[in-house]
């Protein structure tokens, strides 16, 4: 076994990726090829934000990718914000376009232009919808699934009448990634207040959950933000108020992308490749004749029945009986990511079991035929839990809360990497100003990823001036 | 009642998707906007073929969108085919850019340009696979669904060992377009061959499915390409066969777009406006209490344990318990094709019944409650069916055999305009000329939709040259 995982992270990384098949480079200057067992992932988070959105009353609708760079120039923030990565459609059917259209990086405008149009009332709000698109963001650095130029992603946009229906709104879409991250990728996240600088453009507030790497980097998982009514006023969403006022909208915006599948790699690989959360495998499950199974028709027939079971169980498997060697099956297989292998030979038939290994634990178990199915089922879903918790637990290593000084930082990122371990997440105190915080990313290489709501330790001064704190905030390098 | 659908087809069509609230312009020439209730259409539709493409064995994947200009030229008659139509990124993140990167108007090259990669060895093959997309063909006219610059739909892409396999997959997604129109869309197609000049550039055989819109007008509603070897010399897609020796693939690709939901409101819309089937319906029931119902608040109550018993059996309902009258409620959700209405006031309650309206057809029904969710459930399976068979019937009255002259076409076409009825679809004998098909075209405006596989009747001269047919073509306007 390898120690790449440890010793060159990005290496073990990239070796992953490409040894599960998950994705290939494209011709295209950081746009990247989802192949069939990553993009499956994708379709795992997304039946699974569908079915939540649904529930919260949230439709899905598509809006055009191009965009008129007139619209760009309504919201100054925003305009800002965007340009530096846009790519611009200048020519179109052999003719030279009078308006350049920019690739979209995000549909503020082109649905706050919709808003404008469709809202009228109070009694058109709140107007809350979700698209699942392409986005563009010319990226000088880039990372597969992590940061790509061309990348998938859901984005929320909703408008209400006042600014408690909106906050709601956006803190409730904050929840809901919680939640489904947790829940689904086996993710644990922390939720907190972006701070100013890191603000989405032309957002009042943006808020994020957060999530942490096995490297100890940090990965910012989905944002929710509130608008205030910033976009209302450039993009002239007004609306007839219960007092026969025409009044401004209050709107929001919220997102996640196919980061999410970086992030669920980056979480719970191991040294033997992809540990998929049960979830969201697209085979939860592989079956693998063993011993001298040729001779005997029966093992084959035999699994063939128990795939059918576990099917009609809803469980994704398959039988892998190819003429390749069993260790190198195993090991296939492994490198994939694939939860659950079920070992099936002569001997064990003679005996009704089957020898089962869990992708995430050493040593293999014979377990009966008898009920196999739901033993199998309640195997996944144990190991959907256990791998929430084992991420839970190594990110509670990383932790650390007695850090008070830049000083203290530097001293801790020292010590960490002179013995091989990871700096991982701090918890500041921070004054609130531009320049301390400019400061710490400048020393450090670390960033804030985010105010928390309830942090275990209320900071008292700031880590650079000393000043009292005006925030406690997570600190930590970021893809 | 009006007759808009009778005398102004097209401002029929555009006022029905206005006012069912399917879609809105954007200020993007030619690019529109599908609003919750049309894009909803398209997700059935996805959800359908989803589950077919995975039965077929086909998998979901992502590529790039952004296409760069080499790639066009591999392909002679591919780039000849599109480069009209290309919209074109030239500058991104304040550069320009060595070479321009075309919006893909569909995927074949960069697809081409990854099988190359992947497969090596005949064990490799078929590859199957299928992307969900938005693709641009800049178009000069557009219209809602039918022919915008930006659609959605799904593109298959397959690679085979040899023709035979090849064909085989051509013409077994040609069938599984065939049944999900049908099955699901309530649209019977006409199966058949395209003539060379309507083939897809740089396929050998294009085959389409056809359908008749109510206005007796044809939309191409699905295509299947068998490309031979031109793609994989192309692109170089060789791999290594049984016999040792490295040949080119075979490769194929088949699509359907989001004109699928253009044509179902073609093929059903009616006076009144839209009628969508119930299997694509957001809403498949509406109910609606009527008489003084305010006063009774069990009436709400009642509709709502309805409503309920509707969503357990999976039945997409809803109340409207607004304040709009009856009256406006009923024309309401008729303009958007919900297929049921269930009125249910203070004197069904006594008679423990419901009163049904079926969107498609004529007049009420009395129900009893008393086991009225298989009631729902079977009426709307029904409702189904009916609307197959009415546009099966529609589109048999306007199938025309006896032709057999381009005088006769015209006299048939002017005969029909003068009585106010449609020319639809006529059976014709063709030489198979080039300018014999172009003739039927500047004449008489009617193109070549396909070569039926079985036709009714076989044509045994051509309708211009009056030569030997060599095939019988059916001719109509299209969209």
Not at 48 to 77: C, H, Q, V, W
Not at 181 to 210: C, H, M, N, W
Not at 291 to 313: C, F, H, S, T, Y
Request: hydrophobic residues 35%; aromatic residues 10%.
């Amino acid at each position: 076994m390898s120690n790449l995982q440890k010793e060159d992270f990005s290496a073990w990384y990239i070796q992953t990726i490409k040894q599960a098949d998950l994705m290939d480079y494209s011709p295209v200057r950081g746009c990247m090829i989802f192949k069939p067992d990553g993009y499956e992932i994708w379709e795992h988070i997304q039946e699974e934000f569908n079915k939540r959105f649904k529930e919260e009353g949230i439709r899905n609708a598509y809006f055009p990718m191009l965009i008129p760079e007139s619209f760009f120039t309504k919201e100054k923030d925003h305009i800002e914000g965007f340009s530096p990565e846009l790519p611009w459609v200048t020519e179109a059917a052999g003719e030279k376009l009078e308006e350049r259209l920019a690739l979209r990086p995000t549909s503020e405008t082109m649905i706050g232009t919709a808003f404008s149009d469709w809202i009228n009332s109070y009694r058109d709000l709140p107007y809350e919808i979700n698209q699942w698109a392409n986005v563009f963001r010319w990226e000088k650095k880039t990372l597969p699934f992590l940061r790509t130029s061309e990348f998938l992603w859901q984005e929320g946009h909703t408008a209400h009448e006042d600014e408690e229906s909106a906050r709601k709104r956006t803190m409730r879409m904050l929840t809901v990634y919680k939640e489904v991250i947790e829940e689904l990728l086996a993710i644990p996240v922390y939720e907190g207040q972006k701070t100013p600088s890191e603000r989405f453009a032309g957002a009042v507030d943006t808020f994020s959950v957060e999530a942490m790497m096995k490297d100890g980097k940090a990965v910012q998982a989905g944002t929710s933000h509130y608008m205030g009514t910033k976009f209302a006023e450039a993009f002239d969403i007004k609306y007839l108020n219960r007092n026969n006022e025409h009044v401004y909208a209050h709107t929001t915006s919220w997102g996640v992308s196919t980061r999410l599948i970086g992030a669920t790699i980056m979480v719970h690989g191991d040294e033997q490749g992809l540990v998929l959360p049960p979830k969201v495998a697209s085979r939860q499950v592989v079956l693998v004749p063993v011993g001298p199974w040729k001779k005997k028709p029966e093992i084959v027939e035999r699994l063939e029945e128990l795939l059918r079971d576990l099917k009609a169980q809803g469980i994704r498997a398959i039988i892998d009986d190819s003429d390749n060697s069993p260790g190198f099956k195993f090991n296939e297989w492994e490198l994939r990511g694939v939860p659950m292998r079920i070992e099936f030979g002569p001997r064990d038939m003679e005996n009704n079991q089957v020898m089962i290994k869990m992708r995430d634990i050493e040593g293999k178990e014979a377990v009966s035929l008898e009920g196999i199915t739901d033993y199998v089922e309640n195997a996944l879903d144990e190991m959907q839990t256990r791998l929430l918790e084992t991420a839970r637990k190594n990110r509670q290593m990383h932790e650390y809360t007695h850090i008070n000084t830049l000083e203290e930082l530097k001293q801790h990122i020292e010590e960490k990497r002179a013995v091989g371990e990871l700096p991982g997440f701090v918890l500041a105190g921070w004054d609130g100003e531009l320049e301390t915080e400019a400061k710490i990313k400048e020393e450090t290489g670390f960033t804030t990823r985010n105010i928390p709501f309830h942090p275990s330790v209320e900071k008292e001064s700031c880590i650079v001036s000393g000043k009292p704190a005006k925030h406690t905030v997570w600190l930590a390098r970021a893809y």
